[in-house]
């Protein structure tokens, strides 16, 4: 054997001692599931807050022909959408419910500190049950991502209709959103390719756990999976009832809502996909997979 055989044998197994420790290191290394905040994750892949205040801005003025100036945002979550009102213009108010103070706090930490000062002023997270809490008449208030689906009674959620009706100024408008077709009776998972803002990929999925065509009650689920191979599980569950149209027009209408209008989701000409572009319909065309805006006008 020559010296440098021997240097070279050297050289090869102080390399695979390093590689040996990289890869021990990177198995001991926390997993992306577990150090991930699920809420990043969810306002990456669920919300699209820019789209849906566009909607509701340009709504409100083509229905009124004035701006809406004070929005509340039910079920807010870490109230990203009322962020986003508050962003669009100096007059703009929010006022953002949601029952859970966990969440509230999560949304103050992230979305309220990252506003300007002056921004931060004109927004207030309240944590309150949306069936009872009172506040000043708004005129725009909004329950989006189906959240006023966990009313599974006929009275409970034409009750919660009345007290949002009760809410509104005089010429104010409610906003809903609503998803249906024959894929949402079935027991499904679809996933989708997304990125937070800092770059960190992961794929989003959306499982239908259980349906149960008798009571229309569903049980839905999103789950993140990571490049690392590591999952979370249940990152959100939801226990629902799949209302249909002509169901959700009559509570409103039974709720007082004098004119109720659906916007349907375009298609992409390539695609066949939604194209995140909303126009109103009377009818709409059979579909596996819809989703649609609804607007409710006092
Ligand atoms: C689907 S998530 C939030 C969705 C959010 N609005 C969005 O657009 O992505 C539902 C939220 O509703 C809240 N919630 C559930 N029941 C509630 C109630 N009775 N009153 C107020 N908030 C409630 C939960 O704490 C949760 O944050």
């Given amino acids: ?27 001991n290394a926390p997993k992306l599931a577990e150090t991930t905040d699920r809420h990043v994750l969810y306002q990456s892949s669920v919300q699209d807050v820019e789209s849906e205040i566009d909607f509701v801005d340009e709504q409100f003025e083509k229905i009124r022909g004035r ?13 990203n959408t009322s962020c986003e009102w508050v962003r669009r213009r100096p007059t703009n108010r929010a006022i953002s419910l949601d029952i ?45 991502n189906f959240s006023y689906w966990l009313f599974t009674k006929r009275e409970d959620l034409r009750s919660y209709f009345q007290s949002v009706h009760r809410a509104l100024k005089d010429d104010g408008i409610l906003f809903l959103d609503a998803y249906g077709g024959w894929e949402a009776h079935q027991t499904c998972e679809e996933s ?21 065509p008798v009571t229309s009650h569903m049980k839905c689920a999103i789950h993140f999976e990571f490049l690392d191979g590591s999952r979370m599980d249940e990152a959100f569950t939801y226990q629902w ?58």
């Fill in 1 to 27: 054997m020559t010296t440098t055989d021997t240097t070279a044998g050297a050289a090869l197994s102080k390399r695979r001692q390093k590689k040996n420790a990289e890869r021990e290191e990177r198995a």
């Fill in 241 to 298: 009832r799949l209302w249909s149209l002509p169901e959700l027009r009559e509570l409103l209408e039974e709720a007082g809502f004098r004119k109720v209008r659906f916007f349907w989701e375009d298609a992409d000409d390539d695609t066949g996909e939604g194209n995140g572009e909303f126009n109103e319909v009377s009818h709409a065309e059979s579909d596996p997979g819809w989703i649609c805006y609804i607007v409710a006008e006092k």
């Fill in 67 to 79: 701006k809406a100036k004070l929005l509340r945002e039910d079920f807010c979550g870490t109230a």
């Fill in 100 to 144: 859970d103070t966990t969440v509230l706090a999560w949304g103050e930490a992230h979305n309220v500190a990252a506003l300007e000062p002056e921004a931060r002023k004109r927004i207030s997270l309240i944590a309150q049950d949306v069936f009872t809490a009172r506040t000043e008449p708004v005129d725009a208030l909004l329950a989006m």
């Fill in 192 to 212: 989708r390719e997304c990125e937070t803002d800092d770059g960190l990929e992961f794929d989003y999925i959306w499982e239908q756990v259980e349906f149960d």
